[in-house]
Nanobody
Framework: QAQLVESGGGLVQPGGSLRLSCVASGFTISGYVMTWYRQAPGKEREMVAKMSSSGRVTTYAASVTGRFAISRDNAKYTVYLQMNSLKPEDTAVYYC?????????WGQGTQVTVSS
């Protein structure tokens, strides 16, 4: 059974850092576009960072550019989201998505809370 499992969320003070991980099982991520989304309470889910299947192309939301970095390790079936200089407005549930030719998988999400 194909699935994605996120981890690494938690409570962090403003200005702090977290690294989220998303591990795939039941399929290999090498042929998939990997994307991190987030959803804050009362808001729509939004794309945060995306990486092409080759790993050569990355796209970021304007609100996280320069602070977040997406990376992938296909051998470990894992995609990461390094989040630096966190702000209270980064508080949300973060979801991992894998997509290839119309086939998509989602993780269950991991909560990130930025608060003093």
């Amino acid at each position: 059974q194909a699935q994605l499992v996120e981890s690494g969320g938690g409570l962090v003070q403003p200005g702090g850092s977290l690294r989220l991980s998303c591990v795939a099982s039941g399929f290999t991520i090498s042929g998939y576009v990997m994307t991190w989304y987030r959803q804050a309470p009362g808001k729509e889910r939004e794309m945060v960072a995306k990486m092409s299947s080759s790993g050569r192309v990355t796209t970021y939301a304007a609100s996280v550019t320069g602070r977040f970095a997406i990376s992938r390790d296909n051998a470990k079936y894992t995609v990461y989201l390094q989040m630096n200089s966190l702000k209270p407005e980064d508080t949300a549930v973060y979801y991992c998505n894998a997509e290839s030719y119309g086939v998509a998988y989602w993780g269950q999400g991991t909560q990130v809370t930025v608060s003093s």
